[in-house]
């Protein structure tokens, strides 16, 4: 992404300035009133040195080469750059959408704030303001709608169906891992804008839950040169387990309506979603191991097998996603069955089961956190046992753990899962660990980024306080040594 | 109910409620006659009330039964609440109405940092409180022997904050009616609603229950504290302001809604008339006589034997506002409506009474919100994005902030209660910090200021001798986010303690104790 010009109002801009190019061989000094190395080290009035979008020194008393940019916050705090392990990237539409905040704006036509609007989720929200549109909860932001021209707000789309463009829920098959997310994702989003802004530097993109065994995920990073960008084009396999593969196929319409009609097509009910990644994996471990295929009804392809044979192998890590217990119950017994490990994403019931996934040494990727569910969440019904205070627990049982934001930004974003994690139990060092370095070893890329030290890739951010807090923001944001966000 | 606990304000010095009936209808005492004919009406305004959906997008399709409430899945809060409601009234009933023990009136808060916010803040200070009012402020104070201690040593103390636009714990926020000043919210507060039970859970200690915006004249709103089992129980205030929209109601646009605006004043004017000559007539017949005179002369004398309670209660309120004492609430959703607003405000006489409710895009209004110079609530989410149509950059704008530079007194709203961060006025404080908001005018936007727009900063918003003893304990700064409010005191008395907060506890708990964990089932 090259960097982008934006304008500056004075003294009521809450966006940025651009980022300033250096010269190729231009050092960078990035100092401020204290460095948080991430790997639980803390340095006072230090300065993190940048050369050629790498780290070359990180200490006090760091002078500056001759010609190298200075930026310099004396109440400031560095901290690596954020990494999110499990990033839903919105589409073009979404971008002014605020994801599962604040219903009190939702509609437009009848302010409905009642008790009853808050044990609604959002399908009966959208529709009690008199609209029948089918898609009523696509409406977005400013935009009409293509089914009923109506100009609604929603707090933010279930998104996809089967619409072509922008849209990462593949569902011409059920098993659909020889895909890549990476495909159907614009690197030019706005979205990853509003992540660096965010302080966070490094993604996973997860692909949609909508297929049982789904893409193949990607991390990239959201910002910095263009030829950096991409971390890993095509990193783990990921797997959904519980309502949201029947469920969005549920919103399947009429042919006359949809460019695919899948609507006999899915998995109904939870049995239909376990059998399939059963099958699958059954017939994949049976071509591994050149034995017939059982065939019938849900037989994965040829290229769905090869990418599940390098699953079985281990070459290509799983993650599977499993919100209650016994969505994560089944995904631990079908993963034992054919001996497979997995990193676990969303979790919302994991402080149930916490014995079990620090047993098998299950990494979870948990967030975001909230106490009322809201949006698909909140639809989906899967969501109504969270606990605050579940990712205390799961440190506590000695679970590495990442915080996710989701789909959330701004006010909800990475920045904010780490303020709330700290609210209800974690310490800072903790919170600091599960947005940098623990996601960047669950990830596989801890050599390259996650801490400062020298030799790794510059992502950092410079806050103008003390880090996670609502009083404090980034100030700068640096990705692969380029500087992406610099606020005055 | 101890009636020393409730102060009965009575604002408006008109006479109290027994006038009309909550519906609004005239009341008939007994042994009077009905009216010999049908009261007119004018039908646009008093649309009856039909099973027929309205035309716009407000069609409620529940309403006409095209789609059925699915069963819903419900938050771990509210399946407690709502099955243990009556068994567990922690909140509900604490303060007054049980016959057990009466709450000690004298109590001391000793031994913390006091932020007054109309003051210093002052560290290792004592508060004192008597019958529901702060008596001493002070660093070495000594406490009397007939005074409960808190020990709030270690702990931060600041006010019950107020919340100036608060359209929530009603039935509904909006009635379907466009016109409707002869309503109250008094009718519609249900105290038992989560938004109560939350608004005290973080603190929120005076709240100004007001129709929402969505409407052209709406109901009149009241100021409530968010303990009380009853509005009488739950109101600081009673109703002083109208709320008007210069955006327009769903289905409106902006010529109709103006329109409307317009038109009810004009058929106040049309009533008052017409009630002048009714008057003179009356008092022809009393006296025996023919009419005598032209209408314009009969409505001139009529006009002098007009009396207060002649009036209905639509008309009643409509020129209480244009001639005192109601103010109005207006909201302006977006800019272009700050400067109609205006001008309709000081067309019509309460320009002096308003306080305008502005939309983030209104931040583009700032010159005019300026030279007006009424204080202005934000509501709703205070950072307003707006996308460049060709270019497709978002542009932010941190809106206080802009509002704050411009030096109007501005106060805040919080986000809805289900944000873990956006449901606290504090946030919203840091948030303007943040952005480089003074911490004072901050702290000023969520206490003092709200309190001065509902003229109840004698009673509200600080921690002085002489105010309402609403006070919150924090265990750290408020702006810090890992503070957690502990006790939060209304009028004096203990309303809230988190230790007790078993619906809090149960969130935060994950069940290391032996009934909650479950081996995990699917062998």
Redesign the interface.
């Known amino acids: 992404m090259t960097m982008?010009n934006?304008?500056l109002?004075a003294?009521?801009?809450?966006?940025l300035v651009t980022g300033f190019a250096l010269a190729d061989d231009q050092a960078l000094l990035v100092k401020a009133g204290r460095v948080d190395l991430g790997n639980g080290q803390s340095l006072e009035n230090a300065a993190v040195l940048i050369q050629d979008g790498a780290i070359t020194a990180v200490g006090p008393d760091l002078a500056p080469p001759d010609g190298a940019k200075v930026i310099d916050l004396p109440n400031g705090v560095i901290t690596p750059g954020l990494i999110d392990a499990a990033a839903i990237i919105a589409d073009e539409r979404n971008?002014?959408a605020?994801a599962g905040?604040?219903?009190?704006?939702v509609h437009?036509?009848?302010?409905?704030?009642?008790?009853w609007s808050?044990?609604?989720?959002p399908r009966?929200q959208a529709?009690?303001?008199?609209?029948?549109c089918p898609r009523v909860l696509e409406h977005a932001d400013g935009q009409p709608c293509k089914y009923c021209g109506?100009p609604?707000a929603a707090p933010q789309t279930t998104a996809v169906g089967v619409e072509p463009w922008h849209s990462t829920a593949e569902q011409s098959a059920e098993v659909v891992p020889h895909l890549r997310v990476l495909d159907a994702i614009d690197l030019e989003s706005?979205d990853f804008?509003?992540l660096a802004e965010n302080g966070v530097t490094t993604v996973f993109i997860t692909p949609d839950s909508a297929s049982v065994i789904g893409t193949r995920a990607a991390i990239v990073r959201t910002g910095g040169p263009h030829d950096t960008r991409i971390t890993s084009p095509a990193d783990a396999v990921k797997a959904t387990f519980g309502s949201d593969p029947s469920y969005r196929g549920a919103y399947n319409q009429r042919p006359w309506r949809q460019n695919v009609n899948l609507y006999a097509r899915r998995p109904t009910t939870r049995m239909g979603v376990t059998w399939v990644f059963r099958k699958a994996m059954h017939e994949a471990s049976a071509r591994m191991n050149g034995q017939p295929l059982t065939g019938g009804a849900d037989t994965p392809s040829d290229e769905a097998l090869d990418a599940l044979i390098a699953v079985l192998n281990k070459k290509t890590p799983l993650r599977v996603q499993a919100r209650t217990?016994?969505d994560?119950?089944?995904a631990?017994?079908l993963t034992e069955e054919f001996a497979l490990d997995f990193t676990l994403e969303e979790a919302t019931d994991a402080?149930?089961?916490?014995e079990?996934l620090a047993a098998r040494n299950i990494p979870v990727i948990y967030g975001p956190?909230?106490?009322?569910?809201?949006g698909w969440r909140?639809?989906?019904?899967?969501?109504?046992?969270?606990?605050?205070?579940?990712p205390?627990?799961l440190l506590d049982r000695g679970i590495l753990m990442a915080l996710t934001a989701s789909e959330m930004r701004?006010?909800?974003g990475l920045a904010?899962q780490a303020?709330?994690s700290?609210?209800?139990g974690l310490t800072y060092e903790e919170a600091l660990a599960a947005v940098t370095r623990t996601p960047a070893k669950i990830l596989g890329i801890a050599d390259r980024t996650g801490t400062l030290e020298a030799g790794k890739s510059a992502d950092l951010v410079l806050w103008?306080g003390e880090p996670?807090?609502?009083?404090?923001?980034p100030a700068a944001v640096v990705i692969g040594g380029q500087v992406v966000v610099h606020n005055k | 109910m101890p009636s020393k606990w409730i102060k009965d304000n009575t604002a408006c010095k008109r006479s109290p409620r027994p006038r009309s009936t909550p519906t609004g209808r005239r009341t008939v005492a007994a042994g009077e006659a009905g009216p010999a004919q049908p009261v007119e009406r004018n039908p646009r305004m008093y649309a009856p009330r039909t099973n027929k959906a309205p035309k716009g997008r407000r069609n409620s399709a529940f309403a006409s039964g095209a789609i059925e409430r699915p069963a819903t899945p419900r938050s771990p809060l509210c399946t407690f609440a709502l099955s243990h409601f009556l068994t567990l009234p922690v909140f509900v009933c604490l303060c007054v109405g049980t016959a057990l023990a009466a709450p000690p009136s004298k109590i001391a808060l000793k031994g913390g940092t006091v932020i007054t916010v109309s003051g210093e803040t002052l560290n290792n200070a004592t508060i004192l409180v008597d019958s529901g009012l702060i008596t001493t402020v002070g660093v070495k104070v000594e406490v009397p022997y007939d005074h409960i201690v808190y020990d709030t040593t270690g702990k931060v103390v600041f006010p019950g904050m107020v919340v100036a636009h608060a359209p929530f714990g009603m039935d509904q926020p909006n009635e379907n009616l466009p016109v409707t000043p002869y309503l109250d919210v008094y009718d519609s507060i249900d105290p038992s609603q989560r938004y109560f039970e939350e608004a005290l859970r973080d603190g929120h200690a005076a709240l100004h229950i007001i129709h929402g915006n969505n409407c052209v004249i709406g109901a009149l709103s009241r100021v409530v504290r968010p303990i009380g089992l009853s509005p009488e129980e739950m109101t600081i205030d009673q109703g002083r302001f109208l709320k008007i929209s210069a955006t327009p109601k769903g289905g409106f646009d902006r010529m109709l809604q103006m329109a409307t605006l317009r038109e009810t004043f004009l058929e106040l004017d049309d009533y008052l008339e017409k009630l002048a000559e009714k008057k003179y007539e009356e008092k022809l017949k009393e006296d025996d006589k023919k009419i005598d005179v032209g209408p314009e002369e009969a409505r001139k004398r009529g006009k002098e034997l007009i009396k207060p309670e002649d009036y209905d209660d639509k008309h009643a309120r409509l020129i209480e506002l244009r001639d005192g004492p109601l103010g109005a609430f207006v909201y302006c959703g977006d800019a272009m409506d700050v400067g109609p607003a205006i001008n309709f405000a000081k067309e019509h006489g309460f320009f002096d009474r308003t306080v305008f409710v502005i939309g983030p895009e209104c931040y583009k209004a700032v010159a005019e919100l300026r030279s007006a110079g009424r204080p202005v609530v934000i509501e709703g989410d205070p950072i307003y994005r707006e996308q460049d149509p060709y270019t497709g950059k978002i542009k932010e704008t941190f809106v206080p902030k802009v509002i704050a530079d411009a030096g109007l007194t501005f106060a805040l709203t919080p986000g809805t209660y289900m944000s873990l961060s956006e449901r606290y006025l504090t946030y919203r404080a840091a948030q303007c910090v943040r952005y480089g908001v003074p911490r004072d005018v901050a702290l000023k936007a969520i206490t003092v200021h709200p309190a001065q727009m509902l003229g109840l900063e004698e009673r509200l918003g600080s921690i002085q001798p002489g105010r309402i003893a609403n006070l919150v304990v924090y265990s750290g700064d408020p702006l810090d986010f890992n503070a957690w409010v502990e006790k939060v005191f209304i009028d004096g008395i203990i309303a809230y303690d988190r230790d007790k907060d078993v619906r809090l506890k149960e969130l935060l708990d994950t069940g290391d104790t032996a009934q909650e964990d479950r081996p995990v089932s699917g062998e």
């Open positions: 982008r934006r304008h109002i003294c009521v801009t809450v966006g971008d002014l605020r905040q604040d219903h009190g704006h437009s036509g009848c302010d409905h704030e009642s008790l808050s044990l609604m989720g009966q529709a009690c303001c008199g609209s029948s109506f609604d706005r804008d509003r217990q016994f994560i119950a089944s631990l017994r402080y149930r089961c916490a079990e956190i909230f106490a009322d569910a809201q909140a639809m989906f019904g899967e969501a109504a046992n969270t606990r605050l205070t579940t205390r627990k701004d006010e909800q904010a303020m709330y700290m609210r209800y103008t996670f807090q609502p009083t404090t923001r």
